[in-house]
Nanobody, 115 residues
Framework: QVRLVESGGGLVQAGGSLRLSCTAS????????MAWYRQAPGSQRELVAS???????NYAASVQGRFAISRDNAKNTVYLQMNSLKPEDTAVYYC?????????WGQGTQVTVSS
């Protein structure tokens, strides 16, 4: 059974930082690209950051320079370091493990940024 378990969300003031973690089980972690998505109320789910098995990263323009995605293959874990948080970063953040024809999702973790 594949599980992606996110943690690290919470309430933070604008300008603050949070680090999200997502630990995977039931997959060969090193064979999967990893990504973080977010969904704010009334909005579509959007890609925040991705990290391929080869180490290539991609970021949404809105988080470029503030967020950083990384992975620890020994721990089957992907991280999202979020700095200089803004109220518009408030959303449920989802972890995603994907290959060309397969993808798995976590249950999400709430991030709320107060102004």
């Amino acid at each position: 059974q594949v599980r992606l378990v996110e943690s690290g969300g919470g309430l933070v003031q604008a300008g603050g930082s949070l680090r999200l973690s997502c630990t995977a089980s039931g997959i060969v972690f090193t064979l999967y690209n990893m990504a973080w998505y977010r969904q704010a109320p009334g909005s579509q789910r959007e890609l925040v950051a991705s990290l391929t098995t080869g180490g290539s990263t991609n970021y949404a323009a809105s988080v470029q320079g503030r967020f950083a995605i990384s992975r620890d293959n020994a721990k089957n874990t992907v991280y999202l370091q979020m700095n200089s948080l803004k109220p518009e970063d408030t959303a449920v953040y989802y972890c995603n493990a994907y290959q060309k024809y397969r993808a798995y999702w976590g249950q999400g973790t709430q991030v709320t940024v107060s102004s």
